[in-house]
């Protein structure tokens, strides 16, 4: 014999991530810097978050950067995000 498959279906309990703690809504930007979208000529003046003071609830309007020790995010202008209660980043797109 060379290959087999298994196909195996089962039922599992539904993961429940925990709740964050902290305040509602966004925290204030912890700086501003220049930041280039389309325009190479044309740097906007960027709200800058970091990323674990934001808490549950939060909500930034783009344009915005949320920086966190590996990854920035970058929400464009038009676009929205919202911290989920269990602290995803819901990122809302201006042309859904």
Do not use: W
């Not at 808490?55 to 995000?81: K, N, R, V």
């Not at 989920?84 to 809302?92: C, F, K, W």
Request: net charge negative.
């Amino acid at each position: 014999m060379v290959n087999f498959r298994l196909v195996a279906l089962g039922r599992r309990p539904h993961v429940r991530l925990p709740a964050l703690e902290g305040g509602k809504g966004a925290a204030a930007p912890a700086k501003h810097r220049p930041v280039y979208f389309d325009d190479p000529g044309k740097p906007i003046d960027c709200p800058i978050y970091l990323r674990d003071a934001l808490g549950p609830g939060g909500h930034m309007d783009g344009p915005a950067l949320i920086q966190e020790y590996a990854s920035t995010t970058l929400i464009f202008e038009g676009d929205a995000c919202t911290v989920a209660e269990t602290g995803e980043l819901i990122i809302s797109l201006r042309s859904a």
